[in-house]
């Protein structure tokens, strides 16, 4: 059984942390680098176990790793050699694993919640791109091509022990399709797919999202469906429009409502007010496994926790 289905086969819903790259910055990391958090794995490591505990804290049954923007392409342009970046890459799963354990020794009631899981974050192509293309899909670059990308990295992190992948922020319909080619090369291995949305009913590059669904419905290893780094007002729809084509779980971790503007490197905007009270109504929708992405903290997550549990 894949790790999501057993923990909902005895909870409503899986509750995922927030966002990591916030919390380093508030703890004082610069993370204006083309490797984002991934710049952290070398400088400070512990933080972002702590960042990971701070997050189990606040009731998270899932840590998401601090992989997103680790590839070897992108290490090899900050000098940094493959073996490194093979053991950099790994050690984002080994922090979020030591994170959870370290963690669930304290638990006292243990039945009282899921023992987490470690989802190792899968980046789409765009994030090594570090152009904000993420949200557009406009790679210029062919399947085969990403799946050449996504394969190493991909692999690292299965033998690094990591529960699931989470294929996260995915722009356009040809990257999930990658995606689930390299998965297909890994049969033990199950992911999460998640996009990046432009409006209520379609992905960033335009695909409607009930496409991608039905394709990716299919596919066994695939545990869930969903969207992450989207306005919080477009995801009701979205959920329908997931559930109309697929009986697969959903799952959902917006950003905060401000949105990223990729020339100046920073966010704009205010955030949509009460997010705890809007994961209940993704919840009420249909959606199974919810948290924040970019702008969400600790205090979100643990709003959703009670909201949702309660």
Same mark, same amino acid.
């Given at each position: ?11 409503? @819903? *899986? !509750?995922?942390? %927030? &966002?990591?790259?916030?919390?380093? $910055?508030?703890?004082? /990391? ?125 692999? @690292? *992190? !299965?033998?690094? %022990? &990591?529960?699931?992948?989470?294929? $996260?922020?995915?722009? /356009? ?127 979100? !997550? ?9």
């Amino acid at each position: 059984m894949n790790p999501i289905q057993r923990i909902l086969t005895d909870f409503p @819903a *899986l !509750i995922l942390d %927030g &966002a990591l790259a916030t919390e380093l $910055e508030r703890h004082g /990391c610069d993370l204006n680098n083309p490797l984002w958090s991934a710049k952290i794995l070398m400088e400070n490591p512990d933080l972002i176990k702590q960042v990971h505990m701070d997050y189990f804290q606040a009731g998270a049954d899932c840590a998401i790793t601090a992989s997103y923007q680790t590839t070897f392409e992108g290490f090899a342009e900050r000098g940094v050699s493959r073996e490194e970046a093979y053991r950099l890459i790994q050690q984002s799963v080994t922090l979020a694993v030591e994170a959870r354990d370290e963690f669930w020794e304290t638990v006292s009631d243990q039945q009282a919640r899921p023992k987490p899981i470690v989802a190792a974050s899968v980046g789409p192509y765009g994030a090594f791109l570090a152009d904000g293309s993420e949200y557009r899909g406009d790679y210029r670059v062919s399947k085969d091509e990403l799946v050449a990308f996504h394969r190493p990295r991909i692999q @690292a *992190l !299965i033998e690094a %022990g &990591a529960d699931i992948l989470a294929c $996260e922020t995915i722009p /356009c319909l040809e990257e999930a399709e990658a995606l689930v080619e390299v998965l297909g090369e890994f049969p033990q291995a199950y992911a999460w797919i998640t996009f990046s949305s432009k409006d209520e009913h379609h992905i960033s590059d335009g695909t409607p999202i009930a496409k991608c669904a039905r394709f990716l419905t299919d596919y066994d290893q695939v545990a869930a469906i969903g969207i992450n780094c989207t306005p919080p007002a477009f995801i009701p729809s979205l959920i329908t429009h997931i559930k109309s084509e697929s009986d697969k779980p959903v799952v959902v971790y917006p950003n905060s409502g401000e949105q990223y503007n990729a020339v100046t490197k920073k966010w704009e905007g205010s955030s949509s007010g009460d997010y705890a009270c809007e994961a209940k109504k993704w919840f009420e929708h249909g959606a199974q496994l919810i948290g924040g992405c970019c702008r969400t903290k600790p205090d979100d !997550i643990q709003a959703i926790e009670k909201l949702i549990r309660s």
